[in-house]
RNA sequence: GGGGCUGUAGCUCAGCAGGAUAGAGCGACCGCCUCCUAAGCGGUAGGUCGUGGGUUCAAAUCCCGCCAGCCCCGCCA
């Protein structure tokens, strides 16, 4: 059986519910959708039909004569017993455990655990991370930057041409004061291909802000060194250039280190382009002036005096913006890049940016019909007090620093462990645990949110090893691996003939999970809540920890231990897609 | 003034394309290692799902009002 058999049970389980309504009731039913939902509890089966409730009225039956006509009507084949029909009107469905076990042994023999790829493939951009030129990475960035990976790495693997861009800010109004600031407080820098160290650079950047806001002549050769590089003058070029290197160059070691792929596609970028898009915007009639700039009125929007609000296009000094920049870049990717679907994975409180920018966008036909273009929000992080995310000195954290106390946090819990249980251990081993714990527990933290409302980030819950976090998940996949290594497993080549034989209830908790798959990976690719994912795989883990408690494996008799080995193995290779998908290595050992 | 998000157990949060007794983790309490890593498992206690209406056979979930918190709203990005 391959993959798209296998994703079909849900698919066939309603068509065939439809054909019973059609043929109890008639052809009217054809359309009405049977209401199929994995059940609410395990004892009612696998899943529920809630449709004959909803045809009480219109056919004026009680639900459970409907309910009862539509099951003498099904035929459910090999896949179901005879349904039950329960409480008001449920009709309830138990897979047969020969399906079940006939669906597990298809898994074990697919690559891609069951998961069909999409039929359609979409060119989708992943717009995510956006840091600063001249600022440090700090935990602001740290959502949209997770977030977005996973959600990148989501796509992909349903087959999706992914396009992952990072709209760094390396142009606008504040390169004016860097430049300034670079010419005359590190004029060597402008000489040679020297170098400055980023903590410099950051510190910098506080150098020219603060000239910035208290030296007025200062703010003016900032103002005037801002035409220069719009200008493309060579020095204020060769500065900016000198930043953005610097910077990069910082951005990578933490890219690398989280393990992502991103291409820098920064604002500059759309420079050549924003002029096509005043002049285009003004050919439609959509641009008016207005106090010196260039707007377009953007419909559902008003202003504190309930005047409607314009998106502002064109400075009253003829610069850019960022309005102008996001329309120019919604025309290349629509355009150029053939993007299909487009996702921006940028804080909740641009919300009302990106409504703007789109009905712009919209406006001015630059959104091809079928594409897509989605803001992807999420909420703040904040400390403990509930209150923005601070150092004890008050200052912004630095996504380094902020890896670095997860990864030694890790690493304390784990030599404590170490120690506890009279084990031997290189450090090779315990920097590599330490790293893939603490940086997956970061990671895992976030992801497993709902990313809507803001997240109270939290070392010791992340940290805490138990419960819904990585670390749970990494044990639980660590488990499997260390009954290989205790039987000389190999599960690439368990024998091929051998079946499923389900028989314990924690077998078939656990099957049920591992079958859901699938349908959980759509849903996130649909919708975009990694959370859903992470909930998912939480679960499996404590279902498979049940299994693993009331069922020993390698001292079962045959056929039931490669039965289970093969349960051990779905579930490792399960928990690994999942984790991967979520930008989470797993271990061997821990 | 407008728009958005949030409000569920002591804490942190799921659930919100309506469905059966509202779930999890942490914290508290009680158990379980001669046996594949106890970073585990089982159990107990703990909830007017902010509030008032409405729709429905059925509402934490959908609609409206209100209350509270956070965020955004013209030349920063």
Known sequence: ?????????????????????????????????????????????????????????????????????????????????????????????????????????????????????????????????????????????????????????VQEFMGHRVLRLNHVGDWGTQ????????????????????????????????????????????????????????????????????????????????????????????????????????????????????????????????????????????????????ATTDLAA????????????????????????????FQVGAKAGWIPDGVELTHVPFGVVQGEDGKKFKTRSGDTVRLKDLLDEAVSRARTDLETRIQSEERQETEDFIQDVAEAVGIGAVKYADLSQNRTSNYIFSFDKMLALQGNTAPYMLYAYVRVQGIARKGGIDFDHLPAEAGIHLADDSEFALSRYLLQLDTVLEEVAQDLYPNRLCQYLFELSQTFNQFYDRCSVLQAEEPQRTSRLILCDLTAKTLKLGLSLLGIRVLERM
């Open 330 to 357: 919604i025309r290349y990717r629509t355009g150029k890049d053939g993007a299909e679907r487009v996702l921006y994975v940028v804080d909740a409180g641009q919300g009302n940016h990106f409504a703007q920018v």
């Open 1 to 153: 059986m391959n993959t798209s058999a296998m994703k079909s049970t849900v698919a066939q389980l309603k068509t065939q519910i439809q054909r019973a309504m059609v043929a109890a009731f008639g052809e009217d039913l054809a359309h009405i959708d049977p209401m199929l939902v994995p059940t609410s509890n395990p004892k009612f089966g696998d899943f529920q039909a809630n449709v004959a409730m909803s045809l009480a009225k219109p056919l004026k039956q009680s639900p459970r004569d409907i309910a009862r006509q539509i099951v003498e009507n099904l035929d459910l084949g090999d896949l179901c017993d005879t349904p039950d029909i329960a409480g008001p009107g449920f009709i309830n469905l138990r897979l047969k455990t020969a399906y079940l076990e006939a669906q597990l042994k298809a898994m074990q023999a697919d690559p891609r655990l069951g998961v069909a790829p999409v039929n359609q493939p979409q060119t989708v951009i992943v717009d995510f991370s956006s840091p600063n030129i001249a600022k440090e990475m700090h935990v602001g960035h740290l959502r949209s930057t997770i977030i977005g990976d996973s959600m990148a790495r």
């Open 175 to 322: 390169f004016g004061m860097l430049i300034t600031h670079l010419k005359e407080a590190c004029p060597e820098a402008l000489e040679a291909s020297s170098t400055v160290d980023i903590g410099d650079l950051v510190a910098f950047y506080k150098q020219a802000k603060l000239r910035f806001d208290t030296d007025d002549d200062f703010k003016t050769r900032s103002r005037e060194a801002v035409v220069d590089l719009q200008a493309g003058e060579d020095t204020a070029t060769k500065a900016w250039k000198v930043l953005c290197a610097q910077s990069r160059q910082e951005f990578q070691k933490l890219y690398d280190r989280l393990d992502i792929q991103i291409q820098e596609r920064g604002e500059s970028f759309y420079n050549p382009f924003l002029a096509d898009v005043v002049q285009d915007l003004e050919a439609q009639g959509l641009l008016v002036e207005d106090q010196g700039a260039k707007v377009v009125f953007v419909d559902g929007f008003t202003n504190k005096d309930g005047n409607p609000l314009p998106l502002i296009i064109q400075k009253s000094d003829g610069g850019y913006n960022y």
